[in-house]
Structures are given as C-alpha cells and as structure tokens.
C-alpha cells in the first residue's frame, strides 16, 4: 500500500446531476425533438431502464423516436451542444470549485459517465462558462456508461499519494455510494440528481446521513468536512481549520 506522508485532502466530484443539472440538459433536448420525460419527480422514481423513455405517458412517443440509429445519433448531437452551450451547474458549485481549486492542500477529481460526444471537451467548455478551468482539476476520468468508478477512485487516490481516510466521494447514484465505500472513501451522495431521497434509502439503503436534499446543503457539508467556513461563497477563503491538521476524514457509516 502507499506510503501517505502528505496532509492533503481529495474530493472526487460526479459530474450529470451531482454538479451539472442534467435533468434540464436531457429535458431541454428531448423537447428540441419532439420529446417529453415528465418532471424531476417522476424521473428520479423511474428504474434506469426507462428514466429516458418516460411514464407511461411520454413512453410510447419516446420509443418510437428513439428506436431509430439515426434518431438517437441526432439527440445526442443536440445533447452535446446543449451541454456545451447552455448546460449549466446546480447553485453554488461554481464557487466551491474554485474555492477548492485554490485551496493548496486539497485535491480535487472528477469521475463520470456522461454520454455527449467527446466528453472531456463537452465539460471543459461547460466549465469555462462557469470560469473554471478542467485542467486545474488533479483528476479527470470519462467512464463508459457500465465502467464501475471504484477502480478509478482507487487511481485517483494511489497516484495522489492521499490516505483513504482523507477522501470523498460525491455523486447522486447507489453506484456512486457503492463505488465510494469500495475505494474507501466517504460518500457525500445527493438527492436532486438522478435519484431522490425516498429511493435511495427505501430502494437502495443508503444510509440517511449521507444523503443531501440540496446544492446548498451539500456545499455547506463538504465545506465542513474540509474544515472551511461554513457557507461561504467566497471562492479564495481560506480553510477555517489549519490544513496541516492530520485527523482522518469520518469512518463510513458516520456523519462528516
């Protein structure tokens, strides 16, 4: 194992429905094709099967619009372009980032599966309209939809010499929080992405404590966790504990 010498901390983020509103990306470019998939509501009860082909109301529309190469090689050319021109990041993201980026003893990653073409670049370009910069981020992982994020967490944190106990996990699916604990990580895992707070512990057991109801609640909680001021949107504070401090991130199964 890893000899961790350094003090520092590592946040990996999940990017569709964790830090980009993916629900109004996907929503917005169904619409540009004839298309509906419900409200928020509805989308987070669904089984992943059928979050994208709607209830039973838009279901059968959706399918048969969806069923062609041709048809989905088009939506995902207005996706794309979606998410590089107007998709946008959940309140309050931006300026935790940045504040993140300039913070000298914490590391900050970024692990997803999302489905545009290209998506490295699809979210460099949404980030610099948020003026942040990807290349400032330590890690950078772009997954296949079925890739399981546990062996990039496990990278991630290996190649940053960072000890287990110093790492989080943020993302808005069971398979995040599996993938976090598999890692060994904290999970900070929200429910106003692609799963709500009722699915996640009824259907999933993902313990309450680890749940998020909001952007706000989230960033005062990492916040927090790095011992920053909480609430502050000022993207240059300073940590509010001393960064040198060596005590472990809380153990899995306790509240940060």
Not at 105 to 132: K, S
Not at 219 to 247: I, K, N, Q, V, Y
């Amino acid at each position: 194992m890893t000899a961790h010498r350094n003090p520092d901390r590592l946040v990996i983020f999940d990017a569709d429905g964790t830090t980009i509103d993916a629900f109004h990306a996907v929503e917005q470019s169904f619409l540009r094709h004839g298309m509906a998939i419900g409200d928020l509501q509805r989308f987070q009860k669904r089984r992943r099967l059928f979050k994208y082909l709607g209830g039973l109301r838009e279901f059968p529309n959706n399918l048969r619009r969806q069923f062609g190469k041709q048809s989905r090689k088009r939506l995902l050319a207005t996706l794309t372009g979606f998410y590089r021109d107007e998709a946008r990041l959940y309140p309050g993201i931006a300026a935790l980032l940045q504040q993140l980026l300039e913070a000298p003893e914490v590391r900050v990653g970024l692990v997803t599966r999302n489905v545009t073409v290209e998506p490295a670049e699809t979210l460099r370009q949404l980030f610099r309209r948020h003026d942040i910069d990807l290349d400032a981020f330590d890690h950078l992982a772009c997954l296949s939809l079925r890739e399981d994020k546990t062996p990039h967490f496990h990278q991630a944190r290996e190649r940053l010499g960072v000890h287990p106990a110093r790492c989080y996990a943020c993302g808005d699916e069971y398979s995040d929080y599996l993938a976090a604990l598999g890692a060994g990580m904290y999970p900070f895992i929200v429910a106003y992405g692609a799963e709500d707070r009722q699915r996640l512990t009824d259907a999933y057991g993902v313990p309450d404590a680890f749940i998020h109801a909001s952007p706000a609640e989230f960033t005062d909680s990492l916040r927090h966790a790095l011992g920053f001021a909480s609430g502050s949107d000022d993207g240059g504070a300073e940590p509010a504990a001393s960064t040198s401090d060596t005590t472990p991130a809380p153990a899995a199964g306790s509240t940060p």
